[in-house]
């Protein structure tokens, strides 16, 4: 990196943590900490939602996620905008009406505190671990591509959020929301431009488009059944749904950025510009990704996109074997941009033919990927060989001008410290709101300001410590959702119990949820060890049905018991 990039880089970050101590200083209740006094508007809330979810791995995975995948991957959004509407009608009022701090509140006040215990343990569970994911998601990718020490990453991006979401709140955490968002979008905006200027001189924007189509990047739609496939139109409106559902209605994360809402009103319309919004924003990363991949096909690109996995083979005793594939591959990426300029120029009948050749060199390319993934392995059993979350960041590095370059990583690591900072910001009030208040009542308004500041402060150490000792396995940006789905959909029934099933009651309720929580992750555990075949999305839609039902059958075993 340049001196330009290290002072656009760090004059980014600097400006943004200073902003948001400068702006939220003098906290004087919980209710400004926790709430930010309630004076957000729509816009705020909904970029600070938006900001919350959109994490540094959804900048650095979704668009490697695209690159070897192609545009499937939109469809786990599709639930979203459906969720939104629900929580705009059922949660957004309830809670305003209630005045709560925290979704867990409403628990206690419809079951008993052992339910309201219970789910917030479970949110502060996959909440804390999912912090620590998004610390260590940028950290270990930068540390791998610019040699820069992890733990040391770690530290620093932990810190610099720690200091404004302790000293400012909620209000720090939805003020700096808005300078992030505005430093993330301009970012993704000029590197799309810049893939497009990359591309040679014949090749359009629409030819761009037809080439990821003819190499079966742009199929956005899969209406199958079929198991095997993670991500369709289905999992996405069922499962995506539910995952929705848990994660705005009843993840504490989301639920305090739009109750510092001035209003019912202003929360429901940072939501509807939430859903509005969301499915798109998806949909442009997943494209880049899908340019980064047209502009490889007529440049050069690594067998394997983690550098230190490359580095790993090409210093064993495999390194002949490695250096043989590559040059396997430059001839096939030859083949393949002589084929890709004749299929520009190619009439309608030409082109049918020459798709077919495309999609034999891929097969091949694949193949190759492959051989590469196995000669890598074998120098080095523990490294990573899924480089999804390194295909933008290597194309970042190696083709973006001085200048551009610090705004793109400005970009990625304020990502990372939005979504960390509402994780903190979330956690620390559930620790203090429904643990330490709900069991230490009487104490005056300052000390239990003071005490949530204390625990966000520790929630921050957590996350840190998660992030140095966590290990990188598959792509960071469906690990997220795998946490996620293990405990959400278990939530989300309890939610939905207390909101519409009148007749259960709290012991169903709490029994129910334990029973359900065991089941859910033995399923991900067989489907982990490939025992079973379940997209992680379906988790969500079996937890919430589980807990339901099992709740509804012993409360109605009880009530005849009793008769």
């Known amino acids: 990196m340049s001196f330009i990039d290290w002072i656009i880089l760090l004059g980014t970050l600097a400006f943004i943590v200073g902003f948001g101590i400068y702006k939220t200083r003098g906290n004087k209740s919980v ?159 000029i590197a799309f431009l810049l893939i497009l200027n990359l591309l040679p001189l014949d090749v359009g924007f629409g030819n761009a488009v037809e080439i990821a189509g003819v190499n079966d990047k742009m199929k956005v739609l899969d209406f199958s059944f079929d198991l095997n496939n993670r991500y369709t139109v289905w999992t996405g409106l069922i499962g995506g749904t539910f995952l929705m559902l848990s994660y705005f209605g009843t993840d504490q994360s989301q639920v305090q950025r739009y109750l510092s809402g001035k209003s019912v009103r202003e929360s429901q319309m940072g939501m509807i510009m939430n859903g509005l919004l969301k499915v798109p924003m998806q949909f442009f990363i997943l494209f880049i990704g899908i340019m980064v991949f047209v502009f490889y096909q007529f440049s050069s690109s690594p067998l394997n996109f983690n550098p230190a996995a490359e580095a790993d083979v090409l210093n064993s005793e495999f390194a002949a074997e490695y250096l043989d594939l590559q040059a396997e591959k430059e001839i096939l990426e030859k083949d393949k941009e002589t084929l890709h300029l004749q299929f520009i120029d190619a009439n309608e009948g030409a082109k049918e033919a020459l798709a077919v050749q495309l999609r034999e060199l891929n097969t091949e390319e694949v193949a190759l990927r492959d051989r590469a993934k196995e000669l890598i392995r074998s120098a080095n059993p523990q490294a990573e060989t899924n480089d999804k979350d390194y295909v933008f960041i290597h194309f970042i590095l190696n083709n973006l001008p001085i200048g551009l370059i610090g705004l793109l990583l400005a970009a990625i690591l304020s990502a990372a410290m939005s979504s960390t900072a509402s994780e903190l910001n979330a956690l620390g009030s559930t620790t203090a709101i429904d643990l330490y208040k709900r069991n230490r009542p009487g104490r005056d308004d300052k000390h239990y300001l003071n005490m949530s500041k204390w625990f966000t402060l520790l929630w921050g150490i957590i996350a840190i410590l998660v992030a140095c000792v966590a290990n990188l396995f598959e792509n960071l940006i469906e690990l997220v959702n795998i946490i996620g789905s293990i405990f959400y959909g278990n939530i989300l029934g309890v939610f939905l119990l207390a909101f519409f099933i009148k007749f259960v009651k709290s012991q169903a309720t709490f029994i129910a949820a334990i029973i359900t929580q065991i089941i859910v992750v033995v399923i991900w555990y067989l489907d982990k060890i490939d025992f079973i075949n379940l997209p992680y999305l379906w988790l969500n839609a079996i937890g919430c049905i589980l807990v339901m039902g099992i709740a509804a059958i012993l409360q109605s075993s009880t009530s005849h018991s009793k008769q």
């Open 31 to 189: 209710a400004d900490y926790l709430k930010g006094g309630n004076q957000a508007n729509w816009w705020t809330i909904g970029l600070s939602v938006m900001a919350t979810q959109a994490s540094a791995i959804t900048f650095l995975s979704t668009p490697g996620q695209a690159f070897h995948s192609g545009m499937g991957f939109v469809q786990f959004y599709f639930g979203l905008p459906i969720a939104m509407v629900i929580i705009c009608l059922v949660f957004i009022p309830l809670y305003h009406k209630l005045k709560v701090f925290t979704a867990y509140e409403y628990l206690e006040s419809r079951f008993d505190l052992k339910t309201r215990t219970l789910t917030a343990i479970f949110f502060l569970i996959q909440r804390g671990l999912a912090a620590g994911i998004t610390i260590f998601a940028p950290s270990i990718i930068l540390s791998a591509v610019l040699g820069w020490n992890l733990i040391y990453l770690n530290v620093i991006i932990g810190i610099l959020v720690v200091v404004y979401t302790v000293s400012g709140g909620t209000k720090a955490v939805s003020i700096t929301q808005k300078q992030q968002m505005a430093v993330i979008f301009g970012g993704m905006f």
